[in-house]
């Protein structure tokens, strides 16, 4: 940015009276945020490396971000301004380029993942390492694994998975591609019969995808046996072109993740070799056979639904920490209003309003990140019981990971967009990153399980939990609160004055509520299907989970997903953090601050469901207003301490790539430099001037 | 799209099998949306008619629409895949294709105002239009006038309005830019003394506009006397190129107003004339005399805040008018799920929890598109009003208008998201046009007065109101329920049962609410405002509305006014209706309808903030839950109306341009055809197989 022109002394002199006038007012965002961290109670450092796995992990992070910048495919500095197109192939290059890394200098697969994640930028090859490989290993016999799995892992192909067609997502069974068995040349013939059954959504299988793993419904002998798993290539492996019978293409732009070439893909009565489904489990022998799988595989395929879930949770809690460094440092930077004249201007995370909106969801962003670890410590001990055919935990976890899978994509979200709201005008710039971060998770509460749909398989898990209670039988795990229901149904909270909502109150609070919306959703629905005639087939304990009886309750039961859900993230963060304290991860001023963090979180889920918690009786309208005095008196407790808990998350300026977020709080001169590399300002007169400007407004060019 | 390959008649004849089977569950979503129509209770073109001003206007529309299809600059086929720089470009264009359009065929304003929103492509001029133009007239001599505005008209310059700065947004009176007078040779030395005075956000500034109304700090004598407008030009109007002392760009990508380039602009001791001061109010005469503003011109000025946040409201009515008509015309026909094998799919908008989000939505479209037309007349009513001098309506007129625009703005931006949520996966995908629309909207909470400040101001008028009423003054306007907030504070809901939920029991639910939630903000204010320290420059009724005291206590002052302005937005629904009704524009079975969708939106609000009316004892517990069973009845007492009701909002498809909102349901196809514009089916290899995929996959043409 250059401006230089000639100024004479006596107009510098004469501005310059203006101008310390001026420069009176004014504090530096850098001042500011060094301030900030002085203020705090306790060693963020410490914090950062407890949340993060230890000191090691996060000193070779460093390491491999300095690694990464220097690399053309690591660069970010591009990144604001790419091309729907320039994303698609630079994500592909930084996909390929991290491949050949870890290859060149012999990485551990950690290494690997963790560069995915630094990188964070979404392609084509999602799928290939996500879906394609797993499901090969998972449901292949010895011998496909043998034939696919070295073209994959030297990319002589690349795989999706195409399962999502235009007229189906959540109801797998409602698939309609067919994969008719051809006994007299044992082949599968596959074929898309309408328009609704072209597969629509794999990621990669627009322009890059060789192979697609394709779930087709199978029918031998003019019987339908549902969806089974296909290997079938759409492109040829010398000039990339699809292969005949094949329509594949890109389904066009999305919210965000531009950089993935979503895909569509039609097949026009396909031959594939029987070899070509994938028969670990169920098979079909060259004579029309159809050898179902063992009861087994469902359980199986039930824990790659928990592992990916799981893995939803952990992510949102680290994509909320993003969210909440970025928007806590600015607020912290940002000042806005005097007071008074002559007064310096007031930091924004000083209006109550912010505060309320910003330090609950660093709360949430603590809440989530230790449910992610708590979930996925759970999956890992089940796989280990699995390979000796133990499944016991199954259906608990099942349930567990399903409705925190959605709380905790509905939490982060809505945090996302709530983080950009309290930056102001400068939330809506794409530089500060909370536009682009929305834009690409948002798909989160759709995927791997509709959220609503995922909700209402955890309400049936609790239903059926509360109905065996009160038919004498124990309910396990999180739901085992359910087992003192009858009691609980007339408890009223103890609580007297805002000093008396400690953690053991809070927990209470939130499970009598929980409590009483499965009560209260059991027997709706019991109601609902007594009157729904001839609705018996899946009824247990009088509750049809089906039609519309169900259909006509699902608010209920939703809603007390959420609150069971939110309680379960209550009760695990005490639990972690004692944990961590326990351990000596962390010391005693650590565990302090994760305690008010704890506190606030329930507090601030409480009070925005109040109603819940007063309907019964359970709470009164005094307690309420105390509710609401603990939490604003929270938010002050906390506030000195704001910067340092998102700095405790330890993300590197390099994965923020913002300019708002930035550690040294130099947020102005970040969005002025940043703002240089928009495509616009190429060129000094704009990219309309010539075509579009000039022929009308500079009249004597048309004389 | 085209995979044809000869298929033999056996192969044709085994897959035929299979196809039949997957077809005997499929009904076409064109078939479906037939039935929704043929199941209204009420004429959906009459309810259109009273909705968008008579028949006449929907024709005219009409016609506008085919004209703007047939032009290059108005065809929207290519919108949804453009890059920032052709939005830019292309934008520019469509602006000036109204423009010369208008000139051609000399068409009224009102067609322009029209031609403007179905083309709805925001551009460089909007500010040119929206702000340049109107500052000039409101605030210029009729010399500054006479000389300016000739040339704005023919678009021999384009113009633009630069007051926020990278520092300072919401608080003007902190504005950095200097004006500093030189008597000695009669001119404004420009100046932008720091980093953060730099300009930043005006529309258009950035490669467009060649001059710009400026708002800066005049300094006479070192005297600072406060933020004054200047037209500065700011780029040649020969070669477009900045002037010296000019330093202008594009500030970057956005969320969304991809068209628009928001600019920065730093000026260097940048002198320009004192004619270029904007004098109808202030003026400054040659020998540096300050001549102050009448008193009237503050009211003025807010008087323009007023109009264009009455503009926003009416806005945000037709905006979520887009978004719940595309949104209720997918669930209509999407289908998931079939409640047991061989019954057909379940529409999704028969799931409770989507007509739980979609229906109260479409009754808020329905509650902001009213309080949108009666704002605006009470603006035009007020606009005559001062002509004559009278101006007693504003205080009232500002407050409503700056709450209403808050909550309508919040409601429309989270309206859309959860819109486009309700459409699972493909709501995901742009062609549907819900996130883009979402993009281009959510900047309305922020921009014009962030909302949060908006509620305070609001709030502040409805203390204020208060604590006269129990000084003995009369509360007026849309305030006058507070004069009986003595008796109020004690009174409890009579209701008994569902059916008790009427018009008059949901508006006396709602004021007794917003009553109390004044009372005990002020009781909260006053006490803070007592133990602040010194406060009192500002004190009234023993409140005091800055320092501490107030920023401690906002977040019960936007929850007093979001509570207000709904009691607001309900009342003013059912009397707009009645309205409707008794001038003969809707009969009796749409004025039915529509006392249903105020009764939605009274309900929905009161069951999320449910808390609000059991704490003091107003509800029973009883009561809330006849609340949920009304809302629950009245969701499936709209259903048959629900397409009906989202046609009547008469939006036609080229506005909407959206592959899931097409009136005639054909969503699948559409979506099918739309992909075929993506950028990356250009080639049927795609952008990267030459560079990136080839050279690592193809092994032998490495060796």
Redesign the interface.
């Known amino acids: ?5 000639r ?1 004479d002394s006596r ?2 002199d ?2 310059d ?3 310390r ?3 009176k ?2 504090i530096s965002p850098q001042d500011d945020i060094i301030a900030e961290r002085s203020r705090a109670t306790f060693d963020a450092l410490q914090m950062c490396y407890a949340l993060n796995g230890g000191k090691d992990k996060i000193q070779r992070r460093a390491q491999l971000v300095e690694a990464l910048k220097r690399t053309s495919w690591g660069n970010k500095e591009r990144r ?2 790419m ?3 320039e994303e ?2 630079e994500a ?2 930084a996909s ?1 380029g991290i491949w ?1 890394k870890m290859k060149q200098e012999k990485m551990s697969l950690e290494d690997g993942v963790t560069m995915r994640s630094l990188v964070d930028f979404p392609g ?1 090859l999602e799928l290939h390492i996500g879906m394609f490989i797993p499901s090969i290993l998972s449901q292949g016999t010895p011998e496909q694994q043998q034939h696919w799995l070295p073209l994959c892992y ?5 795989g999706t998975y195409a399962q ?1 067609e ?6 797998v ?2 698939l ?1 591609t ?1 994969a ?1 068995y ?1 006994k007299t040349t044992q082949e599968f ?1 596959l ?1 898309s ?6 597969k ?2 794999p990621g990669g299988l ?3 995808a ?1 192979h697609a793993v394709v779930m087709a ?1 199978l ?1 031998i002998d ?1 019987k ?1 046996y549902g969806p089974h798993a296909f290997v079938v290539q759409v492109r040829s ?6 292969l ?4 594949v ?7 965000g993740y531009g950089g993935v ?1 979503n895909g ?1 893909l ?4 396909l ?1 594939i070799s029987r070899e070509s489904m994938l028969m670990r489990y169920s098979k079909v022998l060259p004579d029309g056979t159809y050898v179902p799988p063992p009861p087994s595989n469902a359980k199986a395929s039930y824990a790659t639904m928990v592992y990916v879930r799981a893995d939803i949770v952990k992510n949102a809690g680290s994509v909320l920490a993003k969210a909440v460094t970025i928007a806590t440092r600015y607020a912290a930077v940002r ?7 002559g007064q310096p ?2 930091q924004v995370l ?4 912010t505060s ?1 909106t910003l330090l609950p969801l660093v709360a949430a962003a603590y809440a989530v990140h230790f449910m992610g670890e708590t979930i996925m410590g759970m999956y890992k001990r089940f796989d280990k019981d699995r390979e000796r055919g133990e499944f016991s935990s199954l259906p608990e976890l099942h349930a567990l990971s399903s409705g925190c899978k959605a709380l905790c994509t509905w939490i982060t979200a809505d945090g996302i ?1 709530s983080c ?2 309290t930056c ?2 400068h ?5 500060p990153g909370l ?1 682009t971060l929305f ?1 690409n998770y ?2 989160n ?3 791997e399980g ?1 959220n ?1 749909v995922l909700c209402l398989q955890t309400a049936r898990y609790l239903l059926k939990a509360l109905v065996g209670v009160q038919r004498g039988q124990q309910a396990t795990g999180s739901a085992s609160y359910l087992n003192h229901a009858a009691a609980e149904l007339h408890a009223k909270s103890a609580v007297q004055g805002a000093s008396g909502w400690n953690a053991h109150a809070l927990q209470s609070a939130m499970r009598h509520c929980a409590t009483r919306l499965a009560a209260s959703a059991t027997a709706m629905l019991q109601s609902a299907s007594r009157s729904a005639a001839g609705a018996s ?1 899946r009824a247990a304990g009088g509750l049809v989970f ?2 519309p009886a169900w ?5 209920a039961m ?1 809603k007390l997903t959420r609150a069971h859900c939110m309680a379960e993230l209550h009760s695990n963060m005490l639990s972690s953090i004692t944990a961590l304290h326990s351990s000596g991860k962390v010391g005693g001023r650590e565990l302090a601050v994760l305690q008010q963090l704890a506190s606030l979180f329930a507090l601030t889920h409480i009070e925005a ?9 359970y709470f009164t ?1 005094a307690q ?2 105390s509710i609401r005095q603990r939490q ?1 008196a929270l938010l ?1 407790e906390l506030r000195p301490n704001a910067v340092a808990l998102v700095d405790a998350f330890g993300i590197e300026d390099y994965v923020l790539n913002s300019a708002l977020g930035r550690q040294d709080g130099d947020v ?2 970040a ?2 430099d ?8 190429s060129s ?6 010539h ?4 022929p ?4 004597h060019s048309k004389m």
């Open positions: 940015m250059s401006m230089s022109q100024v107009t510098r004469l501005v009276k203006s101008t006038q001026i420069l007012a004014s604001h301004f091309t729907r197109e698609y192939v592909l290059r390929f050949e084509g030297d990319l002589s192909i690349i999502t235009l007229g189906h997502g959540t109801f069974r409602g309609e067919t008719t051809d013939v074929h019969p309408t328009l609704t059954s072209t629509w959504w627009g322009k890059t060789t419904r029918f003019g339908d492996l010398q000039d990339h072109l699809p005949p019978g094949i329509c293409g890109d389904i066009g732009p999305k919210f070439d569509y039609a097949m026009d009565h031959r000042r806005q209003t005097a007071p008074s004249p201007e007031t000083d209006y109550q309003n309320h967009e950009r709201r102001g005008g939330g809506y710039s794409k530089l536009p834009q948002v798909q509460v759709t995927w509709d609503n087939s089906e039609g259909n006509n309750s699902t608010v939703i469901h109040m109603g819940d918690y007063l309907e019964d009786g309208g309420a207003a604003n002050l102005y001169t969005l002025l940043m703002a240089q590399g928009s495509p616009l300002n000094q007169e704009g990219p309309a001037w075509t579009v400007l000039k009308v407004m500079v009249k």
